[in-house]
């Protein structure tokens, strides 16, 4: 029978019929620890309650109206956004993309107001920012960019975590009007700068009146401790964007921004069919509910403490182990050879992971992971990691 998708995923053989928590079953009743959440979106892990009753009672009053009428639940959900972020006003996507493509957009209407020709956004190396063209463009991995040429214009790149890179980028482009960075890099290998980094910036754009931007799609809606990771550091950015974890699987991404960033768009100037419909922003009411009453970035603070200190105990000095590093419940182990084989012997042993940046195993396990499966997690993980590299001896 011929395969009618696109060959766009190089998918595991594995399909999942239910799920609960972090746990995940397929058909055959197999159940797996699920230590990727739908790449960081499940943060609330499977089928939790309160996004379910939220989604069916909202389907058996209205699933969508278009942005051409007020959308009082998109409203609620604006201000609860702007309320934990300190940012001002939204605009609502479909995708953590469409969100930075909005941002992008932003930034090119700022600077052509303030009189620029060609207006550039400075990106570091190793981003990813999504893969509509101008996210694409934005991303920093020339292996994601290959055959999509000729890509769009603007960009400006540097070493990421590398402020006087940045600065004199600064000064040998004078059409720079903002700068867009992901405060960890995900898809680049769970890359953490130094403290200070995002601090840093906020200055640096200050100084040059750059908007600073920050792509917060992973580390969002409370991943590395707090709802954003910008907040660490007791900054304020110009623009953040959010999706992933914002909708636990309704597909939701938002665009925040505050001051002359949130003055730019201007009605026609941009807009989304599906975006901040009212399905989707009454499941991020449920999710923010959630996260707020069960102080989940907190305990993702302290569990992903827990499971850091926990691997790097167990891996220390084993040889081909690099690093484990990450924040919250964003973590890599970096192995000093490609380990994208890790993935299917996980599976195998019923643990969902993944692999980026060729060699680091990325865990984006639900924020709700209790001790329990905490423990499992790390035994499993060390288990598989020993087992793989003493394979290669």
Request: glycine content about 12%.
């Amino acid at each position: 029978m011929a395969d009618c998708l696109m060959n766009t995923y190089a998918r595991q053989p594995v399909a999942f019929v239910r799920g609960e928590g972090p746990w995940l079953w397929d058909a055959e009743g197999r159940r797996y620890l699920d230590a990727i959440a739908g790449i960081g979106v499940c943060g609330l892990g499977h089928a939790h309650p309160a996004v379910r009753e939220a989604l069916c009672a909202q389907a058996g009053e209205l699933v969508h109206t278009s942005n051409l009428y007020e959308i009082p639940l998109q409203r609620r959900l604006a201000e609860r956004l702007a309320a934990l972020t300190g940012l001002e006003r939204a605009f609502f996507a479909n995708s953590g993309a469409e969100a930075n493509e909005a941002a992008i957009k932003i930034a090119r209407l700022v600077g052509h107001r303030r009189g620029l020709q060609r207006p550039a956004v400075i990106v570091a190396e190793g981003s990813f920012h999504g893969r509509t063209l101008a996210t694409l463009s934005a991303t920093g991995n020339r292996r994601v960019q290959a055959g999509f040429e000729p890509l769009v214009q603007g960009f400006v790149r540097v070493p990421y975590s590398d402020l006087d890179a940045m600065e004199a980028a600064g000064r040998n482009s004078p059409e720079v009007v903002a700068v867009l960075v992901e405060p960890i890099q995900g898809e680049g290998g769970v890359r953490v700068p130094p403290e200070g980094y995002l601090r840093g910036l906020r200055a640096l754009c200050d100084r040059h009146g750059w908007l600073l931007m920050l792509d917060e799609v992973q580390t969002g809606v409370g991943r590395t401790g707090r709802f954003c990771a910008f907040q660490h550091e007791g900054i304020v950015p110009d623009v953040v964007t959010l999706a992933k974890g914002l909708g636990n699987g309704v597909p939701i991404g938002v665009c925040l921004a505050r001051g002359e960033a949130a003055e730019a768009f201007t009605p026609g100037s941009h807009g989304s069919t599906f975006g901040g419909n009212p399905l989707a922003c009454r499941a991020a009411l449920a999710v923010l509910d959630v996260l707020e009453a069960e102080g989940l970035p907190a305990r993702a603070a302290a569990a992903g403490e827990t499971l850091r200190a926990r691997l790097a105990a167990a891996l220390e000095g084993v040889p081909g182990v690099v690093a484990v590093r990450g924040r919250g419940l964003m973590l890599g182990v970096e192995l000093d050879r490609p380990c994208a084989a890790l993935v299917g012997e996980a599976r195998e042993r019923g643990l969902l992971i993944n692999v980026t940046a060729e060699r680091v195993v990325r865990l984006l396990p639900p924020l709700v992971l209790d001790d329990e499966a905490l423990g499992q997690l790390a035994d499993l993980l060390v288990a598989l990691v020993r087992d793989f590299l003493d394979s290669e001896t």
